[in-house]
């Protein structure tokens, strides 16, 4: 099995605070399940950096066949976002021994890309293949962080219902994406990311199921 390339999400004025304005860092974290079975982790650490903010994330999974591991995958990705903007990013991905790099970064009026396609031209607001931000509703282009090219996409509301989170349910909009890229991704009225779903290359359906999911990023004048 080999895992489908993600979705996209971006940053639109982010404020993390504690009461009085203190900046703090803040985090989201799923459990990965395939068909119903966990078999891994995913995380999202976001750390404001006086006005930019830092974005980690970090996915593991191992799927077992009689206790033996038989795929292994990690992600890591590492970004840096200005004034609503991707300013720079570094992936690496090791899909059961593949290992790709994607590194970005702003450079005037456009974005630079390097992949396995060698280095491409990019509009500077693209946002990478995350999902804690809801700004990417709408998107039209993503940069998926796995091959690193612009992937086609587009996105539709699909209606509301109750999703996992945490200890208990909460009510979240679902969005289907089509094109380059096929998921559903849910949040809630928070803006905050509460679930995806997306076929792996098996046909195996994989879920990100909430454990915690209240870093609540305030989306400046964007709502789900």
């Not at 809801?134 to 699909?158: D, F, H, Y």
Request: glycine fraction near 12%.
């Amino acid at each position: 099995m080999r895992a489908r390339n993600f979705l996209t999400v971006g940053t639109l004025g982010v404020v993390l605070a504690l009461p009085g304005g203190q900046a703090q860092a803040a985090d989201y974290l799923f459990e990965i399940r395939r068909n119903g079975t966990p078999v891994g982790t995913h995380r999202v650490t976001l750390q404001p950096d006086g006005e930019r903010l830092r974005v980690e994330a970090h996915s593991e999974i191992t799927v077992r066949l009689l206790g033996i591991p038989v795929y292994r995958f990690d992600y890591r990705s590492d970004s840096l976002w200005a004034g609503g903007r991707l300013q720079s990013l570094q992936t690496v991905t090791d899909d059961d021994g593949t290992v790709t790099r994607v590194g970005a970064r702003a450079d005037g009026g456009s974005l630079l890309v390097e992949g396995a396609d060698g280095r491409v031209g990019a509009p500077a607001g693209l946002m990478p293949t995350d999902h804690w931000n809801p700004a990417v509703i709408g998107a039209r282009q993503v940069l998926n962080t796995i091959t690193g090219k612009i992937n086609e996409v587009r996105m539709t509301r699909e209606g509301r219902e109750e999703v996992p989170a945490g200890d208990g349910r909460r009510s979240a909009t679902r969005y289907s994406y089509r094109g380059d890229l096929e998921a559903t991704v849910w949040y809630d009225d928070a803006g905050s990311w509460v679930g995806l779903r997306f076929a792996a290359r098996d046909g195996s359906t994989i879920d990100y199921v909430c454990r915690r999911c209240d870093a609540g990023p305030q989306i400046a004048g964007r709502s789900p």
